[in-house]
C-alpha cells in the first residue's frame, strides 16, 4: 500500500476569482497539525483585487520543519492554469488530484498518479456552487486516510462562527460528498498514508509570523500602537485592534504612514512603549520620522514586513530588499537599530529583544520581517513568557539629581541620558529635530554638532554587549568547516535543511545568522570567519545589500546567493550554491 513517505508536501493552486484555494490549503494544515503532525506552510496570491492564479502549499511531517519543500506529493489542481504550471514538480511517485469539470489530463501513462473528481457538479448536486474546495478536501480525507472528525472539527473552526456559520451544515455536506466519491471511485481502502506519530506528542501551536510577531509585541508590556494598513502587515494591527481593548492598549489606525509613525513617537515621549508596523513604501514614508526619534533620542519600534520591489511593487511577493533603507535611509546619519527575526518562532522572542534595546539605548529599532514569514501558518512550541525579560529606559529621577538642574542630552559614556516623563516637576525639555545643547535647546555650534552626532552613535557601539551578552544570532553547522554561509532573516530555514543534507554527503558547512544586523555582533563574526576560505551570503535581494556591508566592513570577497524573484528560495538552490562553493576548494 503506497506510503507518502516521512513528510508530506502538498501544493493547491487555482484562480482566486473562484475562491477557497487558501481556505483549502488552511484546513488540510490545520487538520494535519491536529493529528500531530508538524506543519509548515508557504503561499502566493495575487495582488489584485479579484482575480489571477493563488497557490497555497503545506508541508508535514513528524519533525519540525524549516523550509517549505521542493519537490511536490500531492498537487491539487483546480484549473489547467495550475497543472501547467506545477506539475513538472511532482514527484514520480505523486498524485494529481484535479478538478475534472475545468481540466481535463490524460489519467494514464504517468508515473504518478492522476484522479479526477468532478468537483463542481458535486457541489452543485447540493445547491452549493461554491462549495467545490469542501469537496476537494473531503476527497484528501479520504485519499489519505485522514480522521473524518478532526476534519469536521477543522471546517467547523474556521467557518463555525460569524456569517460564515451559516453556511456550515452545507459545508460539512460538500466535506462529507467529496469522501465518498473517491471511497466509490478508488475504494475503500485508502490508496495512501500519512505518517501519522504512534505515541502522544509535545503541545504545539499553529500560528503565523504576523499573528507572533503580535503577540511578542503584547508580552514585551507594548500597549501602544498607531497603523496604517498595507499589506503584508496589516494582520498585526488587526491582532493588536482586537487584543488590546481586553488589556488595556490603544491601537490607532492613523491617516497615513507618517502620522501612524508620529503617533508611535508621541506615544512612547510619554512614557508608554509605543510601535507602529508596516512594509517597505510605508517605511520610505516613516523615514523622516524616524530620523527624527533619532534625533530626540526617542525609543521607537518600527516593523517592516517585507515584499518585493521598489515602490508599491510586488504587496504578495517576498523580498529582503529593504535591508539597506532599514540601516541607512535618513538624512545625515541617524544612528537606529535593525533587528531580523529568523523564523514564526523567532517572531515572537526577538520583540521583546528589540523593545529592550530601543528603551535601553533611547534609539529607534525597525524590526525586519517579510511577506513569507508573515504569513506562513506553522506549528511551533507554545511560547514561553518567563524568558521575556523586559528592561526599562533610563529615567530622570529629580530626587537623585538633588536639586541639580535637568539636562535631558546630557552627554554619557554610552551615549543614554535620562529622559523625563511628561508632568514630572522640573523635568521640561524641549524635544525636537534641531540640533541641541544637553537643555534641549537649539543650538547650532560645530563643536556641539560633533559631541551630539557622537554621542548619538556611541548608543551602537555600547549595544553590541547587550546582542553578544544574549547571544542574538543562530549558529549551525561544522565550525571545523571552511565554508561558511552567512545570512539573515527567514533564509535561514532552506540553509539550515541545506545544511543538514549536505552533512550526509560529507560536505561540512558552518552557519552564522546575526539576528540584530546593526550593530553587528562584532566579536561572533571575527571569530566565525576565521579560517573560512569559501564566505557565502544568501539573501533575497538583488544587489546582495548584506553581503556588501560585510565586505565593506571586513574588507574580504563574499559570494553572494541571491533570489529576488518574490517567491522563497528552494532547499536545492542553496544545496547547489554550496556544492560550488565546495567544488572551488577542491
Known sequence: M????????????GDSAAGGIVATGEIF???????????????????????????????????PLTAQGDELDVLLAYDEETFERYYKMLKPEGLLVFNSNDLQVETTGHRHRRIGVPMHDIAKSLNFARGYNMVAVGALVK???????????????????????????????????????????????PPFHLPLPKEKRAERIIVSGNQA??????????????????????EIMEFLAAEFPHIGGTMIQAEDEIAACGMA??????????????????????????????????????VDVQRVGPSTGMPTKVSQGDLRLACYGGNDDSPRFVVAATSVEDCFYIVPHAFNLTELYQA?????????????????????????KNESRLVWDPKAANGAGYERYVDTPNGVSAMSIPGQAGGQYTAEGLEHFPSGAPAFSAELHAKNMRKRARK????????????????????SSTIGILG??????????????????????????????????????????????????????FSGQFAEMLQAKYLIPFTHVNSYSGVPFLTSEIMAAIREAHARLK
Open 460 to 479: 551602537l557601539e555600547a549595544a553590541v554587549e547587550y546582542v553578544e551578552k544574549n547571544e542574538l544570532w543562530e549558529e549551525f553547522g561544522d565550525p
Open 29 to 63: 494544515a490545520y487538520m494535519a497539525a491536529w493529528a500531530g503532525l508538524e506543519v509548515y506552510t508557504t503561499r502566493t496570491i495575487p495582488a489584485e483585487i479579484k482575480g489571477g492564479h493563488v497557490m497555497y502549499q503545506m508541508r508535514a511531517a513528524l519533525e
Open 143 to 189: 485519499l489519505f486516510d485522514m480522521d473524518m472528525d478532526i476534519a469536521i472539527q477543522s471546517v467547523t473552526k474556521r467557518l463555525g462562527h460569524g456569517r460564515a456559520a451559516e453556511s456550515l451544515a452545507v459545508n460539512l455536506d460538500a466535506l462529507q460528498k467529496g469522501f465518498e466519491y473517491i471511497e466509490q471511485a478508488v475504494g475503500k481502502e
Open 265 to 302: 513617537v508621541g506615544g512612547s515621549f510619554t512614557g508608554q512603549r509605543a510601535m507602529t508596523a508596516t512594509s517597505g513604501p510605508g517605511l520610505a514614508l516613516m523615514i523622516e520620522m524616524i530620523s527624527h526619534a533619532s534625533m530626540t533620542e526617542t525609543p521607537l519600534l518600527v
Open 213 to 234: 510577531l503580535a503577540m511578542g509585541v503584547i508580552a514585551s508590556g507594548c500597549r501602544f500602537m498607531a497603523g496604517y494598513p498595507i499589506t503584508p502587515a496589516s
Open 364 to 388: 529607534p529599532v525597525i524590526v525586519l520581517s517579510d511577506q513569507d514569514m508573515a504569513v506562513r501558518v506553522q506549528t511551533v512550541a507554545p511560547f514561553d513568557v518567563s524568558k521575556v
Open 2 to 13: 503506497p506510503h507518502v513517505g516521512q513528510d508530506l508536501v502538498l501544493r493547491v493552486g
Open 488 to 541: 539573515w532573516g527567514s533564509v535561514i530555514g532552506p540553509v539550515r535543511e541545506a545544511v543538514i543534507d549536505l552533512a550526509t554527503e560529507g560536505i561540512k558547512v558552518h552557519a552564522l545568522f546575526p539576528k540584530v544586523i546593526q550593530p553587528l555582533p562584532e566579536h561572533k563574526l571575527a571569530e566565525f570567519l576565521k579560517g573560512k576560505q569559501e564566505r557565502l551570503v544568501t539573501e533575497m535581494n
